[in-house]
């Protein structure tokens, strides 16, 4: 079982085939898609890959997390995601997942969210088909009618259709053919619509009910950045690396968040300090005030 791709979507379009005819498309791009983490059966009980996507800057991110991605020694990703993988087909971690992972012809599935629509009635979220349009209806067409409550039950069940939020839903469509894919620019075209609005993430997979064709290329097909690990997996057919020093692991962003922090606590240690010395100032004055008093009244009673 291979792994899959975090995309983003783009919008659609149309393709036009040699015979003339235009087939409609939705436009996938992969945004620098890496291999972030394992998941293994000795230390996590399964096997999958942690994928990452999207360029995210470094100092919005809180501590933990940077330290996170320094660990794995890969740039911080805006959108994570896990697929469940067989341990023949691991891709070393820092390794970047090409379009031609798919290939054309295939069937894949596309899991996103929804585009929300707010609050919306029966006929909308449902289908429903309304009231009579004609006599007997006052005013109120569009209503569901009713809700099945007399005395016995004398309530209404749980997760009845009525009217509610519509959207924002996690909702997997099935057996999109991929038309077409354009290494150079990171690009997937998939026949079809695809759940979710223009921008917004999407994981893209193998189709679960259709047969994986002996084209495609197994364990996937990646390529090996600098930040990759220098000893590959199991299954993963790459060429090792020269490990690289502690100091030029960390991206450059990490290391400018890090100082900038560190400047930051010693001014604050500097300050505390100030104002601890402005404390220790003040009790002297302020006993030396008292001093003078109690020698003033001493002299005023002789």
């Not at 005819?21 to 059966?41: G, I, S």
């Not at 997942?97 to 290939?103: G, K, L, S």
């Not at 996103?112 to 919306?120: M, S, V």
């Amino acid at each position: 079982m291979r792994s899959g791709v975090v995309a983003q979507k783009v919008g659609m379009t149309r393709v036009f085939t040699e015979a003339g005819e235009h087939v409609p498309v939705t436009v996938l791009r992969l945004a620098q898609c890496q291999v972030v983490a394992h998941r293994t059966k000795d230390k996590n009980g399964y096997v999958a890959l942690q994928l990452g996507s999207g360029a995210r800057r470094a100092n919005n991110m809180s501590k933990a997390d940077r330290g996170y991605f320094g660990k794995q020694n890969v740039e911080p990703k805006r959108k994570l995601a896990e697929f469940r993988v067989t341990e023949d087909a691991l891709i070393p971690v820092g390794a970047e997942i090409t379009a031609d992972h798919f290939i054309p012809g295939q069937f894949v599935d596309v899991c996103g969210i929804t585009i929300g629509k707010g609050f919306a009635g029966g006929m909308k979220r449902w289908n429903f088909a309304g009231l009579r349009a004609s006599h007997g209806v006052s005013i109120s067409h569009r209503s569901i009618g009713g809700t099945g409550g007399r005395q016995d039950p004398g309530k209404t069940f749980k997760n009845k259709k009525m009217p509610g939020h519509l959207g924002v839903e996690r909702v997997t469509t099935l057996n999109l053919k991929v038309v077409q894919t354009d290494v150079e620019r990171g690009l997937i075209l998939v026949e079809g619509a695809v759940p979710g609005a223009k921008s917004g993430w999407v994981t893209v997979r193998d189709a679960v009910k259709k047969t994986l064709p002996k084209e495609v290329p197994k364990p996937g097909k990646f390529r090996v950045t600098e930040t990759a690990e220098a000893k590959p997996d199991k299954g993963a057919k790459t060429e090792p690396e020269q490990p690289r020093p502690v100091s030029e692991q960390a991206p450059k962003a990490e290391q400018a968040v890090e100082k900038a922090a560190a400047a930051a606590d010693q001014a604050a240690k500097a300050a505390t300090q100030a104002a601890k010395a402005a404390d220790q100032a003040a009790k002297a004055a302020d006993k030396a005030a008292a001093a003078a008093r109690s020698t003033k009244k001493k002299k005023e009673g002789e």
